[in-house]
């Protein structure tokens, strides 16, 4: 438990979960330096939102000159637990650092359900919020998903739900773990930053996945850990907790809890199998969400979700935006928005949604991603034409040609607009033109959000 009432506080990077700390921080009485490299221009509305309380702002190249002075340091996600004044803040006698998510976890009474992976933390987040609402259950969604949450946590109800999505950035120095954990599928990323607002990277894929473990290291004989039992690095993770654990499979497995069987989804409980919901009933795109369904029901049910409302989900259950989104269909040719992929396994999924001839638009900037099974796929695959674009085009473009792919490959597209018209221009009536860039936004658009809604905006105007 942090004791971090009254103390001297410096709050590390302003982005929407550090403004979110600074009124629990108030609240609490601390005295709060608000510390971000960016320049102090940008954050003239802050200042004046907490102009008369003890908040002060230190920004731009020095912003972390003054941090010995305080007792904690608050880390945002984005902030490197290695740059130099962290860890010589850590050095110092009496000198605590923590992170917003430690915080809430600290304060928070209520049971948390935690979900972490390396895709589809999202979607399974709010579709266990949303069964928990059809419950009729107070639930509240946070993390990197919904709201930030530490702002609240002091008014959430010991009997209400918190559903969290946790990062490895989240994770990396968490003490603490979640009554629920969920563990997704887990493969590498972050392995590089490129974002010219943070520092947060892993070296190595070993040490992603170590910071990840932090949801079940630190569970009770009373928590629970539901595990994809197909991925080998999630059922790892069984054996680091002394939790109870739930297990989904890809495959019937008689001995799993949830299982998907001919793109099913089915529930195994007391000696009973329940069917959930078939590929073909539900609203989401894209056969791995069938995976996501599954952890979603083990986790709703352990708290007490009844099966009529978890069906009722997960066949309504539309997805997120930006996740294998229908755009527009014009011209016998669907649009789809899958600007949140940004590794090529979840690319590859993207692809393996759709039985139609394919128009894909891939790449972006580095993430020390490796292409050459992606592009095995494609070649293999229904994709028509690839559309190049960003920092990584030459090396899609040698790992296409490594994987012997033979079709259209159009590069050089400057924008957005000539993106879309490129891809409308070669698709055939019955295709598909998918986004799915395999890669970080950063170098063409701000963000994936940008590029998501660059696109759809591009395709409404076909």
């Known amino acids: 438990m942090d004791h971090i009432e009254g103390k001297k506080v410096a709050l590390i990077g302003l ?5 979110d700390a600074i009124p629990f921080l108030i609240s609490l009485g601390c005295s709060v330096m608000c510390l971000d490299s960016r320049e102090i221009s940008e954050f003239e509305a802050l200042q004046n939102t907490y102009k008369g309380k003890d908040v002060v702002f230190h920004c731009g190249p020095t912003y972390l000159e003054r941090i010995h002075e305080a007792d904690y340091v608050v880390r945002s996600p984005g902030v490197s637990l290695r740059i130099p004044e962290l860890e010589s803040f850590r050095s110092m006698p009496g000198k605590i650092l ?7 976890f600290s304060y928070c009474k209520a049971p948390i359900i935690g979900v972490t992976g390396t895709k589809g933390k999202g979607t399974t987040c709010t579709l266990i919020y949303e069964m928990c609402k059809a419950e009729g259950k107070q639930v509240y969604l946070g993390g990197n998903v919904g709201t930030p949450l530490l702002s609240q946590v002091l008014s959430i109800p010991d009997d209400a739900v918190v559903v969290y999505e946790l990062s490895s950035f989240q994770l990396e120095d968490m ?5 629920i954990a969920v563990v997704l599928r887990i493969t590498q990323d972050h392995l590089a930053n490129f974002d010219p607002h943070a520092s947060s990277f892993h070296a190595t894929r070993e040490e992603y996945v170590a910071a990840k473990s932090s949801i079940v290291r630190f569970q009770s004989d009373k928590d629970f850990a539901i595990v994809n039992a197909t991925d080998e690095t999630a059922l790892s993770f069984a054996k680091l907790t002394v939790a109870q654990i739930k297990t989904f499979t890809r495959d019937h497995d008689k001995d ?3 299982f998907v069987k001919n793109q099913t989804v089915f529930f195994h409980e007391k000696d009973e199998y329940v069917e959930i919901v078939r590929k073909d009933t539900m609203k989401m795109l894209g056969v791995h969400n069938l995976d996501n369904i599954a952890a979603a029901a083990l986790a709703s049910r352990l708290v007490g979700v009844s099966i009529d409302n978890i069906k009722k989900v997960a066949c309504t259950f539309p997805g997120l935006e930006h996740r294998l989104e229908r755009t527009r269909t014009v011209g016998g040719v669907t ?3 899958d600007s949140f992929s940004t590794v090529p396994e979840t690319t590859i999924a993207a692809i393996e949604s759709f039985d139609a001839p ?3 638009i891939v790449g972006g900037s580095e993430k020390m991603s490796d292409f050459s099974h992606m592009a095995e796929i494609i070649t293999k695959n229904n994709v028509i034409t690839v559309i190049a674009i960003g920092q990584m085009t030459e090396k899609i473009v040698n790992a296409l040609k490594h ?3 033979e079709k259209k490959i159009i590069t050089g597209c400057k924008n957005m607009e000539e993106i879309v018209h490129e891809a409308h221009a070669c698709a055939p009536r019955g295709s598909v033109v998918l986004m799915s860039p395999a890669c970080a936004s950063f170098g063409m ?3 994936y959000k940008e590029r998501g809604t660059l696109f759809k905006y591009a395709v409404s105007h076909i």
């Open 15 to 19: 982005s929407v979960e550090g403004v």
């Open 98 to 104: 923590t992170s917003a998510t430690q915080l809430f």
């Open 175 to 179: 003490k603490m773990s979640p009554h």
């Open 256 to 258: 799993a809890d949830c």
């Open 335 to 337: 649009y789809i928005n």
């Open 358 to 360: 394919l128009v894909l």
């Open 403 to 405: 994987a012997g792919y």
């Open 445 to 447: 658009f701000h963000n």
